[in-house]
């Protein structure tokens, strides 16, 4: 079978109205599949206030605001009559699950029943959520129901080894292969650090800008984060604190780190010029798969401090471009911080490193893995 053989239903459930990193991966693998002549239909819900333009043909699924204070995100209850009209005329033969939520489990269903090959991709840690929003007794029945949906799936695949040995552990028994993430390297460079834009934010070119990257809500860590500054200050260690994202927990970020300069959302070039901008990258969330803001943070060359778990353990090597903490672990993250602080040969090294590291991360080369997991789907 050859690529133009292939007809792909690609499920998601947020495509392009918040932009995350899992649904930029997404984008960018469909943009690729459609450059190999594979046939693509993509369905999700969408809004009229979209965060950027789809890649491909996008089909809108009826759906709800998500309640309890994360409205910006929607969900569909299934698999409507008129989305499955779509689906049977469109003749897929092989469905990508992107999610495990209910426009997911529906578009799952109806592949088995008409025996059609199913794929799923992981991008994240689902079942950490609760516990960010006091519900921590939902994590062993939620793994349960994950663990069911990946193991009803054909294919599976996974950012890095660490998300498949965890979903191993679990009891899934899916044939499971690797789709790590790339890097735009001509975004993402140590040449793009501007030490001009950092003196417009008020920070000293001398000074030790520490960064967080990603959208502000509380399931990044961002607790651990104000938590790990706090400890800083209180050890007179020299920092700035430079926050790039934006989200419905600014606020309550704000409050945490007053002395933190919020940029605000930023996007192409912009973003590059942040990141490459930063001296240390601060990354405690327990929730990332693979974690695109860390491999962005090593291409500029800046070193990382990230939790150990899943996907900064398949991109850090522990004191060589940056550290692996024990997650939570508020004076390990406050004495790997100070650390680079007050070395700045070490964060050199380091972000050398890293930047090194990155070099292997392109897009076109981790998307094949996918092509290649479909076509060796077909064939068995």
């Not at 897929?92 to 025996?115: D, M, T, Y």
């Not at 500054?229 to 926050?243: D, F, K, N, S, Y």
């Not at 959302?265 to 942040?274: K, M, V």
């Not at 991360?361 to 997991?373: E, F, R």
């Amino acid at each position: 079978m050859k690529p133009t053989d292939l007809r792909v239903a690609l499920f998601s459930g947020n495509y392009n109205y918040v932009r995350d990193g899992a649904n930029q991966a997404l984008n960018l693998l469909v943009g690729y599949l459609l450059s190999r002549g594979v046939a693509v239909r993509v369905y999700s819900p969408t809004t009229g206030t979209p965060a950027f333009t789809p890649t491909g043909d996008l089909i809108s699924v009826p759906s709800w605001p998500v309640p309890g204070g994360r409205e910006e995100y929607r969900f569909a209850t299934g698999l409507p009559r008129s989305t499955q009209a779509d689906l049977e005329a469109f003749a897929p033969n092989i469905v990508h699950l992107s999610a495990p939520e209910f426009l997911c489990h529906g578009a799952l269903k109806w592949a088995q029943r008409n025996q059609i090959a199913t794929l799923a991709s992981l991008h994240t840690r689902f079942e950490t959520y609760p516990a960010y929003y006091h519900l921590g007794f939902l994590e062993k029945p939620l793994i349960r129901l994950l663990t069911r949906f990946y193991n009803r799936a054909d294919h599976v695949v996974t950012p890095g080894k660490s998300t498949a040995d965890l979903i191993r552990s679990w009891g899934v028994t899916t044939p499971i292969t690797t789709w790590a993430r790339g890097v735009n390297h001509a975004r993402f460079n140590p040449g793009a650090r501007s030490l001009e834009w950092r003196r417009s934010l008020g920070i000293g070119d001398e000074e030790v800008a520490v960064g967080f990257l990603g959208r502000l809500v509380l399931e990044k860590g961002l607790d651990v984060f104000a938590e790990v500054i706090g400890a800083l200050r209180e050890r007179g260690v020299p920092h700035r604190v430079l926050v790039i994202g934006e989200g419905p927990a600014r606020q309550w970020f704000a409050e945490r780190v007053p002395e933190a300069v919020f940029t605000g959302f930023q996007g192409g070039d912009d973003l590059g010029r942040a990141v490459a901008s930063m001296d240390v990258f601060f990354n405690p969330s327990l929730t990332e798969t693979f974690g695109n803001v860390t491999s962005e943070a090593m291409a500029s060359g800046v070193p990382v401090v990230a939790a150990r778990a899943t996907g900064a353990i398949d991109l850090v090597e522990d004191g060589e471009n940056g550290f692996l903490v024990p997650p939570r672990d508020v004076v390990a993250y406050a004495d790997a911080i100070a650390r680079f602080a007050a070395d700045p040969e070490l964060r050199r090294r380091a972000g050398a490193e890293g930047h090194a590291r990155a070099r292997a991360l392109i897009w076109d080369d981790v998307n094949q893995k996918v092509l290649d997991a479909y076509l060796g789907l077909m064939d068995r």
